[in-house]
């Protein structure tokens, strides 16, 4: 881990491609293209949460072993209390289930603590945030969503920064370590937004994959987004 400052915050940038993205016949090989991504996002949709369904469990925990980078797992499903605990069983890092979808946020985060892996909750661009602004040291990211989950490739929401800098003020306040994440339509035209407004843990999914080089692509939106990082 990179010293923390003053305030606890680590002011270090992450890049998490998403295989969302990526070619799922040829997984092993997408993986081996990002090796130099701090993780790898995992989009897991049931087709109930969101209008799309992309792979549960089983998958994951075959990503869990081929990734060259650990899993930053994104679960846009409902009934997140009965699945979560289980790709953090499989060993993903961070897991981060939905607010909007959890009856219970602290406690399913300490559960998942309690397994060993990040615990990250989501919100929708609608969702506001000030109910997590007391719960900051319950969670270890807070992943505000940059479109509607559901899909890739669609356009960033710049209306959803205000939020992002209400976390990262109040974290700032707090002292707090948590990582303040964003995701959908994060590319090099709208990663400085999202670092300016606090942002410091960036998904990229047709940004990265969709790059001849995806490993120029990483090395290019970190160097944006830390060139537009206030370290807190
Ligand atoms: C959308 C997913 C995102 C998606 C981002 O619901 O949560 O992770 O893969 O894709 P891009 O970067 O193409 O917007
Ligand atoms: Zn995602």
Known sequence: MPLRDENGRDGGIRINPSILAADFVNMQAEL??????????????????????????????????????????????ADPDRWAPGYAELGAASVTFHLEAAPEPVALARRLREIGARAGVAVKPATPVEGLLDLLDDFDQILVMTVEPGFGGQSFMPETMPKLRRL?????????????????????????????AGADTFVAGSAVFGAEDPGSAIAGLRAAAARHHHAH
Do not use: C, K, Y
Not at 44 to 63: A, C, K, S, Y
């Open 168 to 196: 990262a003020d109040e974290a700032r306040r707090r002292g707090s370590s948590v990582w303040l994440q964003v995701d959908g339509g994060i590319g090099e035209s709208t990663i400085a937004q999202a670092a300016e």
């Open 32 to 77: 081996a293209r990002i090796a130099a991504a701090d993780f790898v996002h995992v989009d897991v949709m049931d087709n109930h949460f969101v209008p799309n369904l992309t792979f549960g469990p089983q998958m994951v925990e075959r990503i869990q072993a081929t990734s060259p980078v650990p899993l930053d797992v994104h679960l846009m499903i």
